[in-house]
């Protein structure tokens, strides 16, 4: 990777779960971790990528498609999670516990800043308590990370 580079992999299929590994010259994220744990992990090392090395999982909305292994991977690996309040209230039943210290609050609308790397957070139309999507900004480029969109309307 380029000095100041933004990259972003999908390492899943999304009909099985949703799940983005993106990675800036200092940090490695994840963006939903909808696939089980060990999944996970095998699809880090397809990339080449150690879960060891993640610095957190940003969680877009709890849809299990979303949140599958998102439990296992924080417990095993000591991962910090960022999601809403509304988000975790709607998905802690789901993905067991977590230490309170590995758990952030990520509102919508605001910026967090993980050294050189910005991460803006933003509401979606979907069928889930308040789903978000992220932008993030590292050395003067961007990246929007958006999945679900929009909701069945009936008539």
Request: charged letters at 25%; aromatic letters at 10%.
């Amino acid at each position: 990777m380029r000095e100041h580079e933004l990259a972003v992999q999908c390492t899943s299929e999304r009909k099985y779960g949703n799940a983005f590994y993106l990675e800036t010259d200092e940090h490695a994220f994840l963006v939903d971790a909808g696939l089980s744990g060990k999944q996970m992990v095998e699809l880090l090392s397809q990339i080449d990528r150690k879960p060891e090395d993640l610095d957190g999982i940003f969680v877009t909305h709890e849809h299990s498609d979303h949140i599958k292994g998102l439990g296992v991977m924080a417990r095993k690996y000591k991962l910090p999670v960022y999601a809403n309040a509304k988000t975790w209230k709607a998905m802690e039943s789901h993905i067991g516990k977590i230490d309170t210290e590995q758990k952030f609050h990520f509102d919508m609308e605001t910026v967090q800043s993980f050294g050189g790397l910005d991460v803006e957070s933003f509401g979606v139309s979907h069928d889930a308590a308040e789903p978000m999507f992220y932008v993030f900004h590292y050395g003067g480029r961007k990246l929007a990370l958006m999945t679900d969109t929009g909701y069945v309307v009936t008539a």
